[in-house]
């Protein structure tokens, strides 16, 4: 059974930077794309990032284009959110996820796209 557990959460103040990680078990994201999206309370989920199977292609939601970076280490199963320079608005539950296939989409990642998911870790960003 395919696991995403992601972790690197927590309270951060305006300005500040956190690191999310994702740990895939159970199986491989070797040759899959990777995303990661969030969800504030009221709101629908949205992509945030996605990452091709290679790690040579990546997309931003533009509300993170310049703060954000996804990287992943395909040798530890792993995909990272560098979140910098983070703002009251980035407050919400991040979720990683894999897709059915190696490539992004061309336009921001989207929920339906994707098949596997992980139970998310909260991010607050706060004075």
């Known amino acids: 059974q395919l696991q995403l557990v992601e972790s690197g959460g927590g309270l951060v103040q305006p300005g500040g930077s956190l690191r999310l990680s994702c740990v895939v078990s159970?199986?491989?994201?070797?040759?899959?794309?990777m995303g990661w999206f969030r969800q504030a309370p009221g709101k629908e989920r949205e992509g945030v990032s996605c990452i091709s199977s290679s790690g040579g292609i990546t997309y931003y939601a533009d509300s993170v284009k310049g703060r954000f970076t996804i990287s992943r280490d395909n040798a530890k199963n792993t995909v990272y959110l560098q979140m910098n320079s983070l703002r009251s608005e980035d407050t919400a539950v991040y979720f990683c996820?894999?897709?059915?296939?190696?490539?992004?989409?061309?336009?921001?990642?989207?929920?339906?796209?994707?098949?596997?998911w992980g139970q998310g870790t909260q991010v607050t960003v706060s004075s």
């Open positions: 159970g199986g491989t994201l070797n040759f899959y794309a």
């Open positions: 996820a894999r897709r059915g296939t190696y490539f992004c989409s061309t336009a921001v990642p989207l929920p339906a796209d994707y098949n596997y």
